[in-house]
Antibody, heavy 121, light 110 residues
Framework: EVQLVESGGGLVQPGGSLRLSCAASGFSFSDHYMDWVRQAPGKGLEWVGRSRNKANSYTTEYAASVKGRFTISRDDSKNSLYLQMNSLKTEDTAVYYC????????????WGQGTLVTVSS | QSALTQPASVSGSPGQSITISCTGTSSDVGGYTRVSWYQQHPGKAPKLMIY???NRPSGVSNRFSGSKSGNTASLTISGLQAEDEADYYCNSYTNSRTLVFGGGTKLTVL
């Protein structure tokens, strides 16, 4: 059974940093692209970014809203995906979901339950 | 990359059919057969309903179908049921090698 479990959320002040983790199990993690998607309270889904797999050199892409502030990394030996968030703004407050990509790398076939990040003073 | 455009809300009675549109540009929806749809119930994680415009994952009811014409993709739900009441989001691959969501549509089953 595919499982994705996010952790690391919490309250942080504006300008601060936070690192989210996503522990994956039940599938060959190294074969898949992995993404982060967020949802601000009462708002819609927003794609944050992705890590491609080893076959694609672990390259990353980011949404314009987080580029230069957020960094996605992965450790295939630990079946884990990470999101390092720096220079946090109040508008980064959201539930952050980890999601697995399907074979074409263009859709999300499994999602975690999310972890809440609150940026507030 | 601007968000794809979806109607804020749609409604229908049990047994009826509804269609949710998702409009983008030639740089995303119109340029690729890579549109997906997600269902989200309150407080829950999204669930994949349709991928690559028309494909249904295993376990998703055949009452859900997808299509695309030009820069607009559509999700149709036939034989509406109470449990279909949820938020629905479209997503597309883009020519920037990124992905973009629609703003979401709240489906109400009357």
């Amino acid at each position: 059974e595919v499982q994705l479990v996010e952790s690391g959320g919490g309250l942080v002040q504006p300008g601060g940093s936070l690192r989210l983790s996503c522990a994956a199990s039940g599938f060959s993690f190294s074969d898949h692209y992995m993404d982060w998607v967020r949802q601000a309270p009462g708002k819609g889904l927003e794609w944050v970014g992705r890590s491609r797999n080893k076959a694609n050199s672990y390259t990353t892409e980011y949404a314009a809203s987080v580029k230069g502030r957020f960094t996605i990394s992965r450790d295939d030996s630990k079946n884990s995906l990470y999101l390092q968030m720096n220079s946090l703004k109040t508008e980064d407050t959201a539930v952050y979901y980890c999601a697995r990509d399907g074979p074409t790398g263009t859709y999300f076939d499994y999602w975690g339950q999310g972890t809440l990040v609150t940026v507030s003073s | 990359q601007s968000a794809l455009t979806q109607p804020a809300s749609v409604s229908g009675s049990p047994g009826q059919s509804i269609t949710i549109s998702c409009t983008g540009t030639s740089s995303d929806v119109g340029g690729y057969t890579r549109v997906s749809w997600y269902q989200q119930h309150p407080g829950k994680a999204p669930k994949l309903m349709i991928y690559d415009v028309t494909n249904r994952p295993s376990g998703v009811s055949n009452r859900f179908s997808g299509s695309k014409s030009g820069n607009t993709a559509s999700l149709t739900i036939s034989g509406l049921q109470a449990e279909d009441e949820a938020d629905y989001y479209c997503n597309s691959y883009t020519n920037s090698r990124t992905l973009v969501f629609g703003g979401g549509t709240k489906l109400t089953v009357l």
